[in-house]
């Protein structure tokens, strides 16, 4: 359930009309909503609740603005970064740094540094040699740093290719059954308080089955870390629980996921943790765009629009479906391909589809645009970086301005020698 909702036939974020904000902001431009986030955080809290103890962190590469995490640090969600960017996000944001978890494959010397400077809770290592490197700076500091070993579980978590991160062949985590040993190893270093494991198959998972398989595994290695002498106190479940992008789509909910996971980690005594973006997020925002013209085509009318692959990019790299709607639908429907100004031919939203009828000027908004849309935006084409609002009831305000190509030109230099 989100907040985008039509009122007296005008799409409206919560109690404001969107028509107003693209008076006032204009187009393209992102729209969250506060009552929509919160929404979703309860909602994937109260999905825990037969699962004991619980540590959450939200995924912040999911979405990083530093409105959307001040919000989600007030519903008692940590942040799980992947970087020393996110991880100064996170701070800034107010998350406090023991409910911060540094996950990512390739941490580097300065962010385990810095990770240390600021005391972040727990580091999610992806290697032997990653958790060396840790345990050095932090003996030199004469300090432990609390980690767990990430574990790749060899499972297919049956989503798109590019965002699918537990199968062997995937560049994350130890491969389980080396885990042991590697374990073993890395809990003997002095700067090191290795106190469980971590996991994460992928993102948009559509069914429970595959993590279900993963946690299972995970259950069996935590008993034979244990039989092994190891003490283990927390593991890190991951995210990857899908979203709907089409009306009829029906992922496996909050309380479908939570009970699952009650039921398979029931006697682990541990701290679960979890680290959810695109359930969060995903919903709570959209993209709203201005239609510039529209060009008749060979199969169908081509809908050209102010918004491009480089506001929104997952249509282009994971030919991802983001449901597209006329702010003031006539009810009318039109088949048409919905197309961006890039030159480049993947820049297209959606492929001659049936979509509400628009004509040049009239606003549309791509949904479920909340997760992984503005975050991965960039300027290609010297195009600006999209601005992001955040409405809360009837108000709203720029949580992130439109940076325009002089602001990004003023950080280019010409060297004098070609002057
Ligand atoms: N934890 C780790 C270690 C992750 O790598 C990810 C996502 C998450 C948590 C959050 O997963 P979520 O709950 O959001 O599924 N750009 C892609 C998604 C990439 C996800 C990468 N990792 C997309 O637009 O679909």
Redesign the pocket.
């Known amino acids: 359930m989100d907040h985008f909702q039509l009122k007296d036939g005008v799409l409206h974020a919560e109690d404001v009309a969107l028509p107003d904000i693209a008076d006032q902001i204009g187009t393209p431009v992102y729209v969250y909503s506060r009552a929509t986030l919160e929404r979703h955080a309860r909602v994937f809290r109260e999905g825990l609740k037969d699962a004991g103890k619980v540590h959450l962190a939200f995924?912040v590469?999911?979405n990083p603005n530093l409105a959307v995490l001040k919000i989600l640090a007030n519903q008692g969600y940590g942040a799980?970064v992947?970087s020393g960017g996110e991880l100064q996000r996170a701070l800034a944001a107010g998350m406090k740094a023991e409910d911060i978890v540094f996950?990512?494959v390739g941490k580097s010397r300065a962010e385990l540094t810095l990770g240390l400077d600021k005391a972040i809770g727990q580091f999610?290592l992806e290697s032997e040699e990653e958790g060396q490197m840790l345990a050095e700076i932090a003996a030199a500091r004469g300090e432990k740093a609390s980690a767990t070993l990430?574990v790749n579980p060899d499972v297919d978590a049956g989503t798109?290719a590019?965002?699918s991160?537990g199968k062997a062949e995937n560049k994350?985590g130890v491969a389980i059954d080396v885990a042991p040993d590697i374990f073993a190893r890395l809990s003997k270093l002095e700067g090191l308080n290795l106190r469980g494991v971590?996991v994460?198959i992928?993102?948009?998972?559509q069914k429970l089955d595959p993590l279900e398989k993963c946690y299972a595994r995970m259950g069996q290695l935590v008993s034979d870390l244990r039989a092994a002498g190891h003490e283990i106190t927390h593991v890190d479940l991951?995210?990857?629980?899908?979203v709907p992008y089409k009306p009829e789509e029906n992922p496996p909910s909050p309380a479908d996921y939570g009970a699952m996971v009650a039921r398979v980690t029931k006697g682990w005594d541990v701290t679960l943790m979890f680290?959810?973006?695109?359930?969060?997020?995903?919903n709570s925002g959209v993209m709203m765009t201005q239609v510039i013209r529209i060009k008749p085509g060979v199969n169908s009318d081509f809908v050209i629009v102010d918004a491009a692959m480089n506001d929104l990019?997952?249509p282009a790299?994971?030919d991802?479906w983001h449901h597209f709607e006329a702010v003031q639908p006539t009810g009318d429907t039109m088949t048409a391909s919905i197309v961006g100004p890039i030159c480049e031919s993947s820049d297209i939203f959606a492929k001659e589809r049936e979509v509400d009828r628009v004509q040049t000027d009239d606003l549309g908004i791509f949904r479920t645009a909340g997760?992984?849309g503005a975050t991965?935006a960039n300027t290609y084409n010297s195009r600006p970086l999209v601005p992001e609002v955040l409405v809360d009831g009837d108000k709203y305000a720029v949580v992130a301005e439109r940076i325009e190509p002089a602001t990004i030109m003023a950080a280019e230099h010409v060297p004098d020698w070609l002057k």
């Open positions: 995924a590469k999911s799980d992947v996950s990512g999610n990430r798109h590019k965002i991160t994350f971590a994460h992928g993102s948009q998972l991951g995210g990857g629980l899908g680290e959810p973006g695109r359930v969060i997020a995903g990019m997952r790299i994971y991802a997760a992984y991965m």
